[in-house]
């Protein structure tokens, strides 16, 4: 009788624990709810930091005026006749003027008459290049219309800038349209090679990251204000790799008002290759002025004048080229006023150029500037 109790009694317990187990997904949602598997309470944020408000309103306020370039070429094809346009580079540029103008680099439109531009809104448009100078790699396209184009960006100026000073790139890299970037001023006046030869002098470098896209796109500072057009990247992988340069915005200003007006640059060049940097030192140390002669290329106004270049002797001993001061008694202090002087010249001019020779003797020599680039 006791048996039969105990085995009753174990099979209504047995049967009750499958009764709960059955019915767990009824009577316990309130542990489950607090074992995370709900939506967390969203913690209210708050105003956004200043300095953020500040660099989305210069977004918001340039990104309409930024480009996308694409360039096409034209394919007949053989059998049926049609001709189809197939893309051949990308790149970035911006709006310049009232006048429908866009400022890219050269190297994004070299060997294309026209482009096609495609603003922030999506809508496409055909320009013509209307201006090209292959040393500053800068070009001018020119909208064949005009209609609701947006405002020009706005322009600053470069020979007040310093190193730390924040800035922002937009640009499309590897197609990806209006991004923003940001950084800082990471040196000024630097010098690289250029595609076309030569180099390009007085740059401003920057960590703001700079892709394969972002060329001819805008580097602002922190009012929003166009300080320069970037260029080009050093990277071994053609990645950003914190090292990006642009071309400063009073050379950009100063040429690009004649590419609208004769489709190309013609400055004389003295045909010598200076560094800012190296010449601050050299100068310092001299308690002078000038920009030094670090090499004269062969056959060029100031090979035939004869200015010297620096030179290395076989023991490392460094022989100091000859430092320009003045060019016809206005001075000279960075290859940005040497330019801004030679702008003046027109070809097969005489100018007497002021030197500074082995650090002290003072000498003039006129040089024809005959040569262009």
């Known amino acids: 009788m006791n048996g039969n109790r105990s085995l009753a009694l174990f099979l209504w317990v047995l049967l009750a624990v499958l009764l709960l187990w059955v019915a767990q997904p009824v009577w316990v949602p309130w542990f489950q709810e607090t074992a995370g598997n709900q939506p967390r309470t969203v913690t209210a944020r708050g105003d956004l930091a ?26 007949l094809n053989l059998w049926s006749r049609n001709i189809r346009e197939i893309p051949q580079g990308t790149g970035t540029g911006f709006v310049w003027d009232n006048a429908g103008h866009i400022v890219t680099n050269y190297h ?29 790699d800068l070009a001018v396209l020119r909208l064949r219309d005009m209609a609701d184009a947006p405002p020009p960006v706005q322009i600053g100026s470069s020979s007040d800038l310093h190193v730390g000073q924040n800035v922002l790139a937009i640009g499309n890299p590897f197609g990806l349209d209006h991004t923003l970037t940001s950084g800082i001023i990471s040196a000024l006046r630097r010098s690289i090679d250029a595609e076309e030869g030569g180099s390009m002098d007085g740059l401003i470098q920057t960590d703001a990251a700079i892709n394969p896209g972002n060329s001819g796109g805008p580097l602002l500072d922190s009012a929003g204000r166009l300080i320069g057009v970037n260029v080009a990247i050093y990277s071994p992988s053609g990645a950003s790799a914190g090292i990006g340069f642009a071309i400063p915005v009073d050379v950009v200003n100063r040429v690009v008002p004649r590419l609208v007006k004769d489709g190309r640059y013609t400055r004389p ?31 060029t106004p100031a090979a ?15 022989i100091l080229g000859d ?3 003045a060019l016809d008694g206005q001075p000279v202090n960075n290859i ?6 030679l702008d003046n010249y027109p070809r097969h001019s005489k100018v007497k150029v002021s030197l500074l020779r082995e650090g002290h003797q003072a000498l003039e020599v006129e040089v024809t500037l005959s040569l262009f680039r």
């Open 50 to 75: 200043a300095d953020e408000q500040a660099t989305i309103a210069i977004f918001e306020r340039n990104s309409p005026s930024v480009v996308y370039i694409t360039t096409v070429e034209r394919v």
């Open 108 to 136: 994004v439109v070299e060997g294309h008459d026209t482009a096609k531009i495609r603003f922030a809104d999506q809508r496409v448009f055909e320009a013509d290049v209307v201006g090209a100078s292959p040393e500053h």
């Open 269 to 299: 060049v003295l045909g010598v290759v200076m560094d800012d940097n190296i010449s601050e030192r050299i100068t310092a140390k001299l308690n002078t002025q000038g920009v030094l002669a670090l090499r004269v290329q062969p056959n």
């Open 304 to 318: 035939l004048a004869g200015i010297r270049e620096t030179k290395l002797t076989a023991n490392d001993d460094l």
């Open 323 to 325: 430092i320009i001061q």
């Open 336 to 341: 940005n006023e040497l330019n801004k002087l």
